[in-house]
């Protein structure tokens, strides 16, 4: 992994450096993510990139979570062209039959390269360029965020303290608590910290040590569980359809280069990061489950890919290949 992540940041390297002195864009872009105003560092990235890797000839201008349209409504935008470029999460779209599949279904993989593998040689990522083919937009493929870890206002490390506790969490990973007898509650991420505040939730499953200390939930939730439900999480960058058609080969390849360079940018960022925050913020208030509990948490997974692979053909193409992955890495 090491190898592959020196040689890739060699490849994003020696693009960067070959960009000589900025000149005006002849496209002005702009990309709205998902993401809160606090964690743009995905976005931000990608878009220095393409300005770098272009010489100035393309300009990206980011938006935050919500301030162009809402979080669902990134892949409708991007294809009637409201907005350029997106930076969203599959499981948002209800366009999408795959959608789930593609952010991360509970317990699927759990590291970036196992992700890296599923989707780049285990067929994956044709899956879904498909299926945003088929959605009208291009996609330019994943970045991968953060291991989804819980947050919660009293400790957790077992399965049965966790039942008696309400959870904000979304997709998959809901259906997957909810099989293991856990209430949870769908909120906005900007309703998330106001609810933690007034008991109407006791945990959430949003994201990281580091992201819980960004968004500052650690200010109303002081415990976290450091087994990872999804590790990572995966998002996705797509472009208008109609923009893509117009660009020249060369601007075309200096988005495709820059989101590889993006792929895993964040994911190993927030990692580091979330091994300082647990040796600081949450120094002391950490927990873990045991291994009994994390088989029983496997097999509720596990339903919810056999319930998941109904939705569509695709689908059931992409839960056989998780499957027979887990089983070559003896988890089945």
């Not at 496209?27 to 709205?32: A, D, E, I």
């Not at 162009?68 to 892949?75: A, C, E, F, K």
């Not at 906005?188 to 939730?201: C, F, K, N, R, W």
């Not at 925050?277 to 997974?301: H, M, P, R, W």
Request: charged share 25%; net charge neutral.
């Amino acid at each position: 992994m090491k190898k592959l992540l020196k040689q890739a940041l060699a490849v994003c390297a020696a693009v960067l450096l070959s960009a000589g002195i900025s000149q005006a864009a002849d496209y002005n872009l702009k990309l709205q993510t998902y993401y809160p105003a606090t964690t743009l560092q995905i976005a931000k990235g990608f878009a220095d990139n393409v300005k770098a890797m272009s010489n100035g000839r393309v300009d990206i201008q980011i938006f935050s979570g919500g301030e162009l349209v809402g979080s669902g409504n990134i892949l409708k935008s991007v294809k009637t062209g409201m907005i350029d470029i997106g930076h969203g999460m599959g499981h948002h779209f209800a366009e999408m039959k795959t959608g789930t599949l593609e952010s991360g279904l509970p317990m699927a993989w759990m590291d970036a390269t196992e992700a890296q593998i599923l989707y780049k040689h285990r067929g994956l990522k044709e899956i879904f360029e498909k299926q945003y083919e088929n959605a009208g937009v291009v996609y330019l493929g994943p970045t991968r965020a953060s291991a989804y870890q819980l947050l919660t206002k009293t400790p957790v490390s077992s399965l049965d303290e966790l039942r008696k506790l309400k959870i904000r969490a979304v997709g998959a990973a809901a259906k997957m608590l909810t099989n293991l007898g856990v209430s949870c509650v769908n909120l906005p991420v900007e309703d998330i910290y106001m609810a933690l505040s007034t008991g109407q939730i006791d945990g959430v499953l949003y994201g990281n040590a580091f992201e819980y200390e960004e968004t500052k939930y650690y200010e109303v939730a002081q415990y976290i569980n450091t087994t990872p439900l999804i590790d990572p999480i995966t998002d996705t960058l797509i472009i208008n359809k109609k923009l893509w058609d117009s660009f020249p080969d060369d601007i075309k390849a200096i988005f495709r280069a820059a989101a590889d360079c993006a792929v895993n940018d964040y994911y190993f960022f927030t990692a580091n990061e979330s091994m300082r925050v647990i040796g600081t913020t949450f120094k002391d208030k950490t927990t873990s489950f045991s291994a009994e509990d994390q088989k029983e948490i496997l097999q509720a997974a596990i339903k919810v890919w056999d319930e998941e692979a109904k939705r569509s053909p695709e689908f059931a193409k992409g839960v056989e290949i998780l499957k027979q992955f887990a089983k070559e890495k003896g988890r089945l």
